[in-house]
C-alpha cells in the first residue's frame, strides 16, 4: 500500500496535534459542505450514529486541546467509540475484536475493501507501536484545563489512522470524483475525522 507510508507520516504529524499552534488548519474543519461518506463508503467501526452520539459529546474539548502545545492530548471522543464497542481497556486496543467489527462492515461491500482493511489495521498498528512512548506520555498528562478529561491517546491514533487510511486508500471505482470530493480527500490525508 503505497499510500500508507505517506499517510503513516501524515498520522504521527497529526499525533503531534498537541503541539501545532491555533493556525492548525484541521481546527477548521472540511473546507467543503460535504460528508466523507458521500465520496467513499468506507469499512466502519461503529455505526454513525453511535459516533455522533461520542462526537456531540466530546468536539468542543477535543478542538479546544487540539489548539494546545506540549505533548499530544488523547482524544475522548475516539476513546468514547473504543469504549462503546469494548474494545479498549487500560491503554490497550483488543486488536482482534477490532478487526472483526471492521471486517463484519465489509461483507456487504466490494470485495477489494476486505484486504485494503487488514492491510490499514496491520499498518496502523504498527505506527501506533513505533510512537508508544508518546502515546505513553500522553496518557499521563493532568488536566490543562477545567473540565478537561484525560483519554488514553491509543483510541485516537488507531482511529485517526484508519478513518484516514481507508479513505486515502478508497478503489477508485469506488470514489465520486468532484472537485469537492477531491478537496475533502487532501484535507482528510492530514486531519482526522472528528
Not at 118 to 141: H, N, R, T, V, Y
Request: charged share 20%.
Amino acid at each position: 500500500m503505497a499510500h500508507l507510508n505517506l499517510l503513516q507520516i501524515g498520522v504521527l504529524s497529526l499525533i503531534g496535534l498537541g503541539s501545532v499552534f491555533a493556525d492548525n488548519p484541521c481546527l477548521k474543519g472540511p473546507p467543503v459542505p460535504k460528508n466523507a461518506a458521500e465520496c467513499c463508503v468506507t469499512p466502519f467501526l461503529v455505526e454513525p450514529s453511535a459516533f455522533m452520539t461520542c462526537h456531540s459529546k466530546w468536539i468542543g474539548q477535543t478542538k479546544r486541546q487540539m489548539a494546545m502545545e506540549g505533548i499530544p492530548r488523547g482524544c475522548c471522543v475516539a476513546e468514547c467509540v473504543m469504549n462503546s464497542t469494548n474494545l479498549y481497556s487500560n491503554g490497550k486496543i483488543n486488536r482482534e475484536a477490532l478487526t472483526k467489527l471492521y471486517l463484519d462492515s465489509t461483507k456487504s461491500m466490494a470485495p477489494e475493501w476486505k484486504k485494503i482493511t487488514l492491510d490499514a489495521i496491520d499498518g496502523c498498528f504498527k505506527m501506533a507501536d513505533s510512537i508508544k512512548d508518546e502515546i505513553e506520555a500522553g496518557a499521563k498528562l493532568t488536566p490543562a484545563f477545567d473540565g478537561e478529561q484525560i483519554c488514553h491517546p491509543i483510541s485516537g491514533t488507531i482511529l485517526a489512522c484508519m478513518g484516514m487510511t481507508l479513505f486515502a486508500e478508497c478503489p477508485a471505482k469506488l470514489f465520486t470524483v468532484n472537485d469537492d470530493c477531491n478537496k475533502l480527500k487532501s484535507y482528510h490525508s492530514k486531519c482526522p475525522f472528528l
